[in-house]
Structure formats: C-alpha cells, structure tokens
C-alpha cells in the first residue's frame, strides 16, 4: 500500500520561509509525477508544483514561481518543497501527490493524481 506522509508545515510571519518533505513509502517509478497542491478554507484544491521524477523537470503555478522551489531525493524517495518570501495567501493545507506516469493527463489537474497524503497545514501570518 502506498503511503505519503507530508512535514515540515507550521506557522510563519509573512516573507519567511519554510520547507515541506513528502517521504514515501516504497520506491517512486522513475515515470511518476509527485506534486504538491494546496487547499485554503472555503477554496477547491489548488496545484502548486511538480516535479517530472526521471529527469527533474519541473512546472509551477505562476502565483509561486520565483518563490517556492520543488525538489526529489530519488534515494529516500522523498519530495520537497523549498517555501520563500512566504505571503499570507500561501496559507493552506499542503499536500503530496503522486501519479505513476507523468504524461498521463494534465499535470496540474488533482484527477489525474492517484495517492495522496494527508496534508500540513502552512499558515503565514501578516
């Protein structure tokens, strides 16, 4: 059974910043996609980031680039998310997803994704 377990999530003051960890359990195929996507109170779940788990390509939603940075240790079959000049409507729960093929439908559509954790709550205050 597959298991993501997300980290590193906690309450900071705007422009801070904070790195998350997804750890999985098991190996991540090298044609998985593992991304992370948010949900604030009241809103639908939101992508984030992904990162391609062969090669490390990586996309963004435009409302974090520049500012947050995805990342993989193949290793530890782990996924980050590196979180900078944090702003109060970063505030969300974040979540790891996985599918285990990157070309199978919309990257940032949460449909196309199979597992998923249970979340860290990030709150920046302002």
């Known amino acids: 059974q597959v298991q993501q377990v997300e980290s590193g999530g906690g309450l900071v003051q705007a422009g801070g910043s904070l790195r998350l960890s997804c750890a999985a359990s098991?190996?991540?195929?090298?044609?998985?996609?593992m991304a992370w996507f948010r949900q604030a109170p009241g809103k639908g779940r939101e992508f984030v980031a992904v990162?391609?788990?062969?090669?490390?390509?990586?996309y963004y939603t435009p409302s974090v680039k520049g500012r947050f940075t995805v990342s993989k240790e193949n290793a530890k079959n782990t996924l980050y998310l590196q979180m900078n000049s944090l702003k109060p409507e970063d505030t969300a729960v974040y979540y790891c997803?996985?599918?285990?093929?990157?070309?199978?439908?919309?990257?940032?559509?949460?449909?196309?994704?199979?597992?998923w954790g249970r979340g860290t709550q990030v709150t920046v205050s302002s």
């Open positions: 990162i391609n788990w062969y090669d490390g390509e990586t």
């Open positions: 098991g190996r991540i195929p090298a044609s998985a996609a």
């Open positions: 997803a996985r599918k285990n093929f990157f070309q199978l439908g919309p990257y940032s559509s949460d449909t196309t994704y199979d597992y």
